[in-house]
């Protein structure tokens, strides 16, 4: 994820596609980054197979640019944007197709609608991309348009863990940090899943202290000149971890992708899909590019 010049909102017209638009414009502002604006229909209704119906054709084209257009008078003067309408099978790979196009940096989708205020339900286009995309998702949580672009990106939070992935989340994070010009933070959770048996108090010591090492590894691999706070979040559960944790309104997560991942690909693990259920803030997922 270099700089981040060009971010890519994939929008509705409902409160999920303003939360996207209103996370975008929030990355944006505070990178100084270009927003293109992407709504993907069926691709039947260009035609496809099936010779289109020219009127439906015509009428859902002209419905989506007033949609982009009263998507667009929402957002700040200074947020420089572009929109656009793009035809695919999924609106997941109309998205991906569009990062490509542009060569984004990100790609922003909403929560499904239905989840707590604050909080991620991933839905169908999420989860696609989440297990798809080779470039990074970010989410944003119900409620994400009621922060103010203004808000900037305030801290980035960096999830470190010991599968492949965390390298590439520490160096997103910190290219990230530099382009957004926020505090960093490094973060290690340490649930305490205990097999059968097993003394609890000792298990703590043991995954404390091993959290703490990971934490001591990935401050040694920051760039010179770089510096970040750490933090070792404990519980019995990675949700507990999360929600024991202090955010900031304007902080941003990031997250990598499961082992199971390919190279230069997203798979969502279920450590991140735990975390996923209880970050009130939005979370980038950071595909993984290095092998097992």
Same mark, same amino acid.
């Given at each position: 994820m270099s700089g981040p010049d060009r971010i890519v909102v994939g929008y509705t017209a409902d409160e999920s596609g303003a939360d996207a638009l209103a996370l975008g414009a929030r990355l944006a502002a505070a990178t100084e980054a270009l927003l293109e604006v992407v709504m993907? *229909?069926? $691709? !039947?209704?260009r035609g496809g197979v099936v010779p289109p119906d020219t009127?439906? !054709?015509?009428?859902l084209k002209e419905r989506s640019r007033t949609w982009l257009a009263e998507a667009s008078a929402t957002l700040?003067?200074? $947020?420089?944007?572009?929109?656009h309408i793009r035809y695919a099978e999924s /609106?997941? !790979?109309? *998205?991906? &197709?569009?990062?490509?196009e542009f060569g984004a940096s990100f790609i922003v989708v909403g929560a499904a609608r239905g989840g707590l205020l604050g909080r991620m339900r991933v839905g169908s286009v999420?989860?696609?991309? *989440?297990h798809s995309s080779d470039v990074p998702v970010a989410l944003a949580p119900a409620g994400a348009r009621e922060v103010a672009p203004a808000q900037g990106v305030?801290? $980035?939070t960096a999830a470190i863990g010991t599968r492949a992935g965390s390298s590439a989340? *520490? &160096?997103? =994070?910190? #290219? /990230?940090? #530099? =382009?957004?010009?926020?505090p960093l933070r490094l973060l290690s959770l340490v649930p305490i899943d205990l097999p059968s048996g097993m003394d609890e108090e000792l298990a703590d010591l043991t995954s404390s202290a091993h959290a703490d090492e990971v934490l001591v590894e990935a401050q040694r691999a920051l760039p010179a000149g770089v510096d970040a706070t750490v933090v070792t979040a404990t519980g019995a559960s990675i949700e507990e971890s999360v929600r024991d944790l202090e955010w900031h309104a304007g902080e941003v997560v990031l997250v990598g992708s499961s082992r199971l991942a390919t190279p230069h690909h997203l798979f969502l693990g279920s450590t991140a899909a735990k975390m996923l259920r209880e970050l009130p803030v939005p979370v980038v997922v950071v595909p993984r590019t290095t092998t097992p």
């Open positions: 993907v *229909l069926p $691709i !039947e209704a009127g439906y !054709e015509r009428h700040d003067d200074d $947020i420089a944007q572009q929109l /609106f997941a !790979e109309g *998205l991906i &197709e569009a990062a490509h999420a989860s696609a991309l *989440l305030t801290r $980035i989340v *520490l &160096e997103a =994070s910190v #290219r /990230f940090a #530099r =382009s957004a010009h926020a």
